[in-house]
Structure formats: structure tokens, C-alpha cells
């Protein structure tokens, strides 16, 4: 960071100095104070015993980082078997293929003091019966921004993913996404969120056992009222 200065008599008679040249300081580094966020998109079922995977993670906060962000660590380790696969990356998503089976995925940032705290996301298994979804989900406009609210469900949570993607009959449809804590029941959609464009939103409330049955429904920016949760076809 740059910081300048300007001073006068301490009795407050006469008027400012000067501006002082700039000054840049550098803080020191420190060990990343949080993993980042982690998620997953499941791309096709390549088979009855595989799919392909897309694990994801976001980019931590300056405040976060502690520092410049090196690279992630990234381990995928089968819940069933004591095997796992460890790699770094310079990226903010890897495409792997898994089979049905539960996983769990462990992603860190480094830097050059050394790594965050592990940020673990568990994949389940593609036979787990579904999980409670999120209650009475809703979005509107507010405020100029796409507003999501839900109640929570009825079992103990770990968080919350919100999902979203512009509704097109000509382009695929490219997903963002978001991590919301345990506690919320609401949020604003983060991102280049645009007038006149529907945009196809989903809630997964995030258990011990992985990920719960998403929710959907559908808004545009400029419409107040809102749309209740219904089924969507968008392809999980």
C-alpha cells in the first residue's frame, strides 16, 4: 500500500504543508487465514461406474491471502478406500474422472510463507438417497441486484451453494456460483448480473454427508415479483 502526508502547526494558525511524496509499504507475508470456497459441477455420467467431475474453488480475498497466492494443493481421496491422489495447480478448476462412489475433496492455498487451512467438500455417492432440500425458495429484484431467500431445512447444515446461469435457447448455459454460511437464509447473486436476461438459480443446502437436493427457480433483474421455487430441467 502508498500513503502520503500534508501537516500544520500544531495551534492550528497558518495554513497545510504540502503533499509529501508517496511512500509504498509492504506488509509482510503471513499464512493464508482461510481455505478457499469449493464446489463441483458434474459435467456426464460417462458410464454406469464413471462421471466427470469439474471441482472448482474461488480465489481467496487481498485479506485472506495474507499475501500472493502461489498455487492450490488439491487431494481427492475415495471415502472407502485409503487411496488418494494429491497434485498442485495454478488454476481455479481441474476436470477429473470419478466413479459413483463417495469422495472427499481437500483444496488449500499457498503462498510464500505456506499453505491455508484445508477446505474439504464431499462429493457423495451417486446411490446416496437425496439429501432435504432447502424450504420455500424465492428471488426477486431488490435494490437493483438478483435477491435468493429459502428457510433452511430442517436438519443441521454446514452451508449453503447458490448456483446460477443465464436461460438461453442458442448458448450453453455457463455456471456460476457462490458459498452462503450455515446461518443465512438469504443473499444477493455476486456477479455481472444483467437487466432483461432470466436468469435459472439453484439452493444446495451442504451436509455432513455432502451436498442436499437442490432447489430451483427462475427471475430477471427488472421484475419485483417474485417467482416461487418449482423443478427446473437445467442439467445438474
Not at 37 to 44: F, G, Q
Not at 99 to 105: E, I, K, L
Not at 141 to 170: M, R
Request: proline content about 6%; overall charge neutral.
Amino acid at each position: 500500500r502508498s500513503s502520503d502526508l500534508c501537516c500544520m502547526l500544531s495551534h492550528g494558525d497558518g495554513f497545510w504543508s504540502d503533499w509529501s511524496a508517496e511512500k509504498s509499504v509492504v506488509t509482510n507475508e503471513a499464512l493464508p487465514v482461510k481455505g478457499p470456497d469449493v464446489w463441483r459441477e458434474i459435467l456426464r455420467a460417462d458410464s454406469d461406474v464413471s462421471r466427470r467431475v469439474r471441482l472448482k474453488w474461488k480465489e481467496l480475498e487481498r485479506s485472506e491471502a495474507s499475501g500472493l497466492v502461489l498455487g492450490y494443493n488439491v487431494t481427492i481421496k475415495p471415502k472407502l478406500t485409503p487411496s488418494e491422489e494429491t497434485f498442485k495447480t495454478n488454476e481455479t478448476h481441474v476436470d477429473v474422472t470419478l466413479t459413483q462412489d463417495s469422495y472427499v475433496v481437500t483444496v488449500t492455498a499457498i503462498n510464500g510463507v505456506g499453505e491455508s487451512p484445508k477446505s474439504n467438500l464431499i462429493i457423495p455417492s451417486s446411490t446416496l438417497k437425496g439429501l432435504p432440500p432447502v424450504k420455500d425458495m424465492k428471488a426477486l429484484a431488490k435494490n437493483n441486484q438478483l435477491w435468493v431467500q429459502w428457510t433452511p431445512p430442517s436438519g443441521s447444515v454446514k452451508g449453503y451453494i447458490v448456483e446460477w446461469c443465464v436461460k438461453s435457447e442458442t448458448v450453453g448455459c455457463t455456471i456460476e456460483w457462490q458459498k452462503e454460511p450455515s446461518t443465512s437464509q438469504g443473499c444477493f447473486l455476486r456477479g455481472n448480473i444483467q437487466e432483461r436476461k432470466l436468469y435459472a438459480i439453484k439452493v444446495y443446502p451442504l451436509y455432513k454427508q455432502g451436498e442436499g437436493v437442490a432447489l430451483s427457480t427462475e427471475a430477471y433483474l427488472q421484475q419485483g415479483t417474485p417467482i416461487d421455487d418449482r423443478t427446473s430441467d437445467w442439467r445438474d
